[in-house]
Structures are given as C-alpha cells and as structure tokens.
C-alpha cells in the first residue's frame, strides 16, 4: 500500500480543517458576547433618536426596578433615559394612545429594559420597587376626545397603581398637573391654593381626575401607609412632544417652519410659563428618591404672553408667518405661573434650562418631524384622537 493510502485525509470542511473551523467559531462567540455587552452599556441610534445614551452597571443591591406608567410619551420617554442612563430596570407601561413607540425604540435590544402594551384601567401584576404613574392624556383636544376614558384613567388607573403600590410596598409618584388650580385667582399659584375650576367645564374630565387622583393618594397613603410623591407639572416643553397635541409650543413652532399663520385663540394676553423637559424630569427624579410627600409644583417661573411667545418662536425660526387671532377656547386660564418656593427648598430644585436654549433645541427636533411627514396640521382647540401612534 501507498505511503499516500495509509496516511488518513485531513478532515476538512469546504477546505477548512477541524482545528481552521473551531478558530473561526470561538471567533465568531467572541464577537457575540463583545456585541451583547456593547449593547447592554447603550442604546442603539434611531432616526427618532440619533444620539447613544450609555448606561451603568450598578450593582444588585443599588440597582431597582422601576414602572413608567405612560412611558412611552414625551415626558416618560425622558424619564427612561435618564432611569437606564442610571443603570436601572425599566419598565414602560403604555397603552399608545399618546405615546409612540418611537420615543422608547432605542432601548428596545437592552436587557435592563422591558416594554408592556397595557392601559392602566386594567389591574396588572408586576415586582417592581417605584412606580412613576405618568399615563393620561395631558392635552386639551387629545384629553377631550374620550372624557369618560381620562375620567378613567385618573380614577381607576391610579387605583390600579396604589393597588400595586401597596401589594408589592413600592414607592409611587404621582404626576399631576398645574390645571388643577383651573383658572388662577391667585398669582403665582403656590401648593396651598386650593384653585378655581369648572366641575362642568370641557376640561373638567382632565382637571377634576387629577384632583381625585391625589385625593386616593393621599387615602392610600394615610390609610395603607403607601408611601406617595406627588408633583404638580407646570407647561413642559422638548423633543418628542406629540406633534399633533395642539399645545401652543409644538402648533406654534410646526406653523412657523412651514411658514403658515400661527393661530392664537384669544388675544394673546394670557399667560404661560414654561418648562424644558429636562428640568422637569430632575424634579421628578428627586422628588421620588427624597423625603418631601406633600405635593409640589414643578415649573419654570418665567412667564410669557402667548402673543409674545409666537413672536419668539418665529423669530427663532426665521418664518414669514402671519400671527393671526382667533375666538377665544371655553375655560382656557388667563394667567399660569408656578410658585416653586417648595421645590426649592425641599429638594433643593429649580429650572436650569433657559427657555430660549429649550427652544432651540425643540425647534431642531420638530424640523426633523416634518421633513419627515412632509406636511404636518396642527391641531386645533377642538376635541381630536391623537394622529401616528405606535
């Protein structure tokens, strides 16, 4: 027999030996857990999203897991970076009435991160530490489309909330809201001011839920001793505002990019006070984690006419619009102005952002929004289902 018939043939796969092909698969492993650690420390650029937000590692102990009801909106998806930016677990609840999937589709690949399509009006079973309940629509025409479904929202959702809060002895926060002073007879409006507000009025589904939100608060809190924060949010403003949410920052700014009238409902004398939503989300953040479980306002107290700030807009935006009156909105508040003397000293917060850099930075976001759509109406006063979605 030959020399060459004795010797056994080289294993070989498509010409590459055994020993060829196991290198190349411990190459490829490597790689696999080299990517799945990358993506465990960031999130991934999306158009909605272009810029990588990284995380922490923090160890079990300091690390806890936290519910974002309503958080796949404009406010909670912020909470959610800075939450994963921390190095917690996050859970988004969101049923996408308001809220996109946009807004939150950059964390989607991370194992700290988790995604619930869920209304709050249904009970739900979860372990979590914190809860931060943001879900309700918080526009007039979007909270005006289904009364009785806001109505529901603030009641039995918060209900549903506390009851969780109690089951698994969470922490939560409550996001109310600056309309529950209705329309001010006090100037600014401090946490004392018990307010002036229609019980029959088209806003009344949003500004009374929220009232009747706190109160469940405070009766889990005194009768099941749950522990509760609670902040009263003044006008917020930044990118993933709802483009279609009718509120005077995002209809203001998307009729002046497209150079179209910009509408104001009255004669502009009514005033506003604006916050970036960065600022807020701090209050919110320390809020949670301090001491204080009186309710407090969070705003900025810097206060603009409405006719003053579509003069501002559009000068920022260089726009040809027109800005054109229209017939005032039933129950809109002539005056709106936090008193913030609780924040301060409490949890040592107040506004950073100045309101110009604020829309500098949203007035960037919504030219990418309507390069992308092409076109976008604003909305008006009138009661309208949110557009887009998840």
Known sequence: MSDSAKRPAAATNGGISNHDDQETKRARLAQIV?????????????????????TVRLPDALRKKILITGG??????????????????????????????????????????????????????????????????????????NPVKTIKTSTMGTIN???????????????????????????????????NVNTLGPRSCYDEGKRVAETMMYAYKNQNDVSIRIARIFNTFGPRMHPNDGRVVSNFIIQSLQNKNITIYGDGSQTRSFQYVDD????????????????????NPDEYSIKDFATKIKEFTQSSSEISFLPKVADDPTQRKPDI?????????????????????????????????????PTGPDAVKPKGGA
């Open 34 to 54: 080299q990517d799945q650690q990358l993506l465990a420390s960031q999130s991934i650029p999306t158009p909605h999203t272009p810029k990588v937000i990284q």
């Open 72 to 145: 796949a909106g404009f406010v909670g998806s912020h909470l959610t970076d800075r939450l994963m930016s921390e190095g917690h677990e996050v859970v988004v609840l969101d049923n996408f009435f308001t809220g996109r999937k946009a807004n939150v589709e950059h964390w989607l690949h991370h194992p700290n991160f988790s995604l619930i399509r869920h209304d709050v009006i249904q009970p739900i079973l979860l372990e979590v530490d914190q809860i931060y309940h943001l879900a309700c629509p918080a526009s007039p025409p979007h909270y005006q489309y």
């Open 161 to 195: 909330m506390l009851g969780l809060a109690k089951r698994v002895k969470a922490r939560i926060l409550l996001a109310s809201t600056s309309e529950i002073y209705g329309d001010p007879e006090v100037h600014p409006q401090p946490e004392t001011y018990w307010g």
């Open 280 to 299: 807020l989300v701090n209050g919110l953040t320390k809020l949670m984690n301090g001491n204080y479980d009186s309710p407090v306002n969070l705003g």
């Open 341 to 377: 003397s609780t924040a301060k000293r409490e949890l040592d917060w107040e506004p950073r952002v100045h309101v110009e850099d604020g829309l500098r930075k949203t007035i960037e976001y919504f030219k990418g929004e309507v390069e992308a759509a092409g076109e976008i109406i």
